[in-house]
């Protein structure tokens, strides 16, 4: 039976992702070091495929531990794709320190390449980031748009992930779709902004403090459209070897303030939503952008909600969650 | 006195720009691993800058090396920039082992940025190159195109430097030049095609075998077009903060026939050409490209040489030099 691994498949995109691989027949082992993802994200996929539910601690920054890992799926059975969704998400934590998102968005990338040159595995998706595009200032983000200068280390550390992987299959990599996400909300969030704000409302149910002036306008995909958009490009034929996609609703996104108002008139909605100054909410945030999703449009796909939509499930879900628990995530 | 830091000084373009930089009334403090850089290159300029040229050998893909060489350089007097021309040349051996290029390439400007923000110097000129840009298949390569898909872990390694740099100069870079280096010919040679026929012709003066068909057609500059174009970007006043800039030749470039043609005549007439099949040399060879050096036209720029002229002097250069000694060098 085919294998596929999935490096950081027990965190918010992965654990979404895990249903649709498990419909075929399949296994699946999932490769996380648990820094954000979380075995107990695994239950439902466990539920319906569970001896089928391959489970690994591992870090992937390392080489070593990551061939361990993928000699392991071998003995499951043939490795056939593997799927890179292993990263550093706190965007001003890696501006701080860059080596953050060398070791957990780079080295893994560098790693996992290893792996599969030395084992012969040639397919991979890689979630990637509409952060490799800098702020190119409001213009419209197709995919083949330069100059790329990104403005985060994580951004930065995507666009170098992506760089090496287009670089391997000139070589010994058979294909690679390089998924460029937007900022994705859902369920069981891990970070990102509704679960910022939600937390915020936790500790002092009257008032939410937004960083900048609440203007930053975003495209938002729900993680059940990103699946979805993800299964189908994998699942289409004849694409060029190395396949750069961005993924994203076909709005132009809402704004921060909204995400605010959303937020606290589902949470607390006394709450007095307190903005600050400037376009950006911190150092590496792309105050506004547009993203063209021609070419997932032309291979055939369209998301079945736009970003508003999307957040308004996304705070909905954390609203009927006990506590307003994990709930939301961003990527990008 | 203010200070500079070449990294990578002692190598094939660092020793053609230490002479530049002597000129003015400053220390260089030249780190390198001799890797590829030797000592001796550096004669000529400790000959007029005696005093004022401080070398360290020191690894700088360690980002705890690195610091203390700065911390060294700060002693000598106040760093207000950083040449950042150490990388791995050998494009072939970084295709094999990716290691190769991801530490001398990369982590070297990992190391580098580290440094910089720790110390706070706040100016980069950055050796790119040409291999960001993979093969669009012979499109004009301006600065602004995209997609960026390098076919070779040189290049790879190259745009993440690119992508790391970038990102720094939204935190604590003050500006950064990223040259975008196009085939680079002159003496000392340490690497590139020239050198490598001339050391076939030494193996063996009846023949000469090519990799390829002959026809892959490339853009040279020679070295010391490179240096004064550096140099005049470095000088330039209210550039963008990051500045990716190719530059280059105006022409279309040389054949590798032409090369062979032109090495063979001056160093042994009566060897037999003999070319190989396919318009590609190894993997991750660009096999035809055409540059655009507009960009570098509006900030007052042209080259001496063209390519083909900047191929014949650097010939002419080996062939004056005792046994058909080092003269050569691409990187691109």
Redesign the interface.
Not at 169 to 179: K, M, R
Not at 250 to 265: F, H, L, P, Y
């Given at each position: 039976m085919n294998v596929s691994i999935i490096a950081g498949g027990a965190g918010f995109v992965g654990c979404n992702l895990l249903p649709s691989l498990a419909a075929e027949d399949r296994h699946l082992v999932i490769l996380d070091n648990l820094c954000r993802g979380r075995e107990e994200y695994l239950y439902p996929v466990r539920k319906v495929a569970g001896d089928r539910v391959h489970f690994r601690n591992v870090d992937l920054s390392g080489p070593a531990g990551t061939l361990q890992a993928f000699e392991f799926a071998q003995r499951v059975g043939a490795v056939d794709e593997v799927w890179h969704l292993a990263a550093n998400s706190d965007i001003p934590a890696g501006?701080l320190d860059?080596s953050v998102d060398?070791r957990d968005t780079?080295m893994t990338t560098?790693s996992l390449?290893?792996a599969m040159?030395a084992l012969k595995v040639g397919t991979l998706h890689f979630a990637s980031s509409s952060a490799?595009y800098?702020d190119l200032d409001g213009v419209l983000l197709y995919?083949?748009?330069?100059?790329?200068?990104?403005?985060?280390?994580y951004?930065?550390?995507k666009?170098?992930s992506?760089?090496?992987i287009?670089?391997?299959t000139?070589?010994y990599l058979e294909h690679a779709n390089l998924f460029r996400f937007p900022n994705v909300v859902g369920a069981p969030a891990t970070h990102g902004v509704i679960l910022d704000f939600i937390n915020k409302l936790k500790r002092d149910s009257s008032r939410l403090d937004v960083l900048g002036d609440g203007t930053q306008q975003k495209a938002y995909l729900h993680v059940s459209d990103l699946v979805a958009a993800m299964m189908h490009i994998r699942n289409s034929r004849d694409l060029p070897k190395?396949f750069?996609i961005n993924i994203g609703p076909v709005d132009e996104g809402v704004t921060v303030r909204s995400i605010a108002e959303s937020v606290t008139q589902r949470v607390s909605p006394a709450a007095k939503i307190r903005y600050g100054t400037g376009n950006k909410g911190w150092?590496?945030d792309v105050p506004k952008f547009r993203y063209s999703v021609d070419r997932l449009r032309q291979i055939g796909w369209s998301p079945s909600r736009n970003s508003a939509d999307a957040v308004r499930h996304a705070v909905d879900q954390i609203a009927t969650q006990e506590g307003f628990g994990a709930a939301e995530a961003t990527n990008g």
């Amino acid at each position: 039976m085919n294998v596929s691994i999935i490096a950081g498949g027990a965190g918010f995109v992965g654990c979404n992702l895990l249903p649709s691989l498990a419909a075929e027949d399949r296994h699946l082992v999932i490769l996380d070091n648990l820094c954000r993802g979380r075995e107990e994200y695994l239950y439902p996929v466990r539920k319906v495929a569970g001896d089928r539910v391959h489970f690994r601690n591992v870090d992937l920054s390392g080489p070593a531990g990551t061939l361990q890992a993928f000699e392991f799926a071998q003995r499951v059975g043939a490795v056939d794709e593997v799927w890179h969704l292993a990263a550093n998400s706190d965007i001003p934590a890696g501006v701080l320190d860059a080596s953050v998102d060398m070791r957990d968005t780079f080295m893994t990338t560098f790693s996992l390449l290893e792996a599969m040159k030395a084992l012969k595995v040639g397919t991979l998706h890689f979630a990637s980031s509409s952060a490799i595009y800098g702020d190119l200032d409001g213009v419209l983000l197709y995919e083949s748009i330069g100059p790329l200068l990104p403005i985060s280390n994580y951004g930065a550390m995507k666009l170098a992930s992506e760089a090496l992987i287009s670089a391997a299959t000139e070589s010994y990599l058979e294909h690679a779709n390089l998924f460029r996400f937007p900022n994705v909300v859902g369920a069981p969030a891990t970070h990102g902004v509704i679960l910022d704000f939600i937390n915020k409302l936790k500790r002092d149910s009257s008032r939410l403090d937004v960083l900048g002036d609440g203007t930053q306008q975003k495209a938002y995909l729900h993680v059940s459209d990103l699946v979805a958009a993800m299964m189908h490009i994998r699942n289409s034929r004849d694409l060029p070897k190395v396949f750069p996609i961005n993924i994203g609703p076909v709005d132009e996104g809402v704004t921060v303030r909204s995400i605010a108002e959303s937020v606290t008139q589902r949470v607390s909605p006394a709450a007095k939503i307190r903005y600050g100054t400037g376009n950006k909410g911190w150092v590496g945030d792309v105050p506004k952008f547009r993203y063209s999703v021609d070419r997932l449009r032309q291979i055939g796909w369209s998301p079945s909600r736009n970003s508003a939509d999307a957040v308004r499930h996304a705070v909905d879900q954390i609203a009927t969650q006990e506590g307003f628990g994990a709930a939301e995530a961003t990527n990008g």
